[in-house]
């Protein structure tokens, strides 16, 4: 591994390499002027099927499952490749520029909410659905919730990218992220070991935030690394992934925005339930 002496002041070299080198840059704000799509639902999303947007699909089509009709949705595709999270009217959205991002208009004004836990928060809440109101479970759902935002990016940002989309590999950080990764793994198998949901006996928005990370991960379908984490190690992980991936409301939540993969199992927009494939409306 080569050593690198880091100079004394920081530039930033565009050409720097790796998956997500074109679209990585040290500020922020808008590069472009576009507005935003607007469709006829309450709620406009603006996403990509990655983990993180898909907690919060999953979320929209388990509210409209359980009857929920004022959860309807719009999802619109938001290309990170070609920079569309930069236009003047993403940005209005979510300054911070990352999907997923909303526009709630069922109110007397537009609600912008950005970061995919404080949308999970805002819909579970104005829906009253998986999120205790109050008490020991709530505060456990909350807990779980913020542990996968807090751990995820060791997983994501960390592991996979090192593992899966640098341009070099290097023996040092992965091999420091696949320890990390493992220790999350196992802290999440021995709660499930104890529990049929991550936060407790009740599904919840806290299920649905991890399934996309870890779920994935271990039914082999992220960074293709399951063999190289030995996730069938993880039983109580696999029982609850497995479970969750039967979900109707999950089927469908994943396949909301993705564009990538077998055609039949992508849905680059989203605007009822007519847009699923038949087995899936």
Same mark, same amino acid.
């Given at each position: +591994?080569?050593? &690198? ?36 639902? @309450? ?20 509210? =409209? ?39 709630? &208009? ?8 950005? #970061?995919?836990?404080?949308? +999970?928060?805002?819909? %579970? ?6 999120? @205790? ?8 759902? =909350? ?9 995820? @990016? ?30 999350? =793994?196992?802290?999440?198998? *021995?709660?499930?070991?104890?529990? #049929? ?16 990370? &870890? ?5 082999? *379908?992220?960074? #293709?690394?399951?063999e190289f984490l030995s996730v069938h190690e993880y039983e109580h992980v696999q029982r609850w992934a497995k479970q969750l991936n039967d979900r109707k409301a999950v089927k469908r939540g994943r396949l909301v925005n993705k564009v990538w993969g077998e055609e039949d199992f992508? =849905? *680059?927009?989203?605007?009822? %339930? ?8």
């Amino acid at each position: +591994m080569t050593t &690198y002496t880091p100079p004394k002041v920081w530039t930033w070299d565009s050409a720097n390499g790796g998956k997500f080198a074109n679209i990585n840059r040290p500020i922020s704000g808008a590069t472009k002027n576009a507005d935003l799509p607007r469709g006829k639902h @309450p709620h406009q999303l603006y996403s990509l099927a990655t983990p993180n947007g898909v907690k919060v699909t999953i979320l929209f089509e388990e509210l =409209l499952a359980l009857g929920f009709s004022e959860a309807e949705y719009d999802a619109w595709f938001v290309n990170i490749q070609e920079g569309d999270q930069f236009s003047s009217g993403f940005v209005a959205a979510n300054p911070n520029s990352k999907i997923p991002a909303l526009w709630d &208009y069922s109110g007397d004004a537009p609600i912008r909410v950005f #970061e995919s836990a404080s949308i +999970m928060i805002h819909l %579970a809440e104005k829906f009253n659905a998986f999120l @205790p109101t109050s008490g020991p479970s709530r505060t456990e759902t =909350l807990n779980w919730l913020f542990w996968q935002m807090g751990s995820a @990016p060791f997983l994501g940002g960390g592991f996979g990218h090192f593992y899966a989309y640098a341009p070099e590999k290097y023996e040092y950080p992965i091999n420091r992220y696949a320890m990390e990764v493992k220790r999350q =793994l196992d802290v999440l198998d *021995k709660q499930l070991a104890q529990h #049929e949901f991550v936060a407790g006996d009740a599904y919840t928005i806290a299920d649905m935030a991890i399934w996309p990370w &870890y779920g994935n991960l271990v039914l082999g *379908k992220l960074y #293709e690394a399951a063999e190289f984490l030995s996730v069938h190690e993880y039983e109580h992980v696999q029982r609850w992934a497995k479970q969750l991936n039967d979900r109707k409301a999950v089927k469908r939540g994943r396949l909301v925005n993705k564009v990538w993969g077998e055609e039949d199992f992508q =849905l *680059k927009e989203r605007h009822g %339930a007519q847009d699923f494939p038949e087995h899936l409306r």
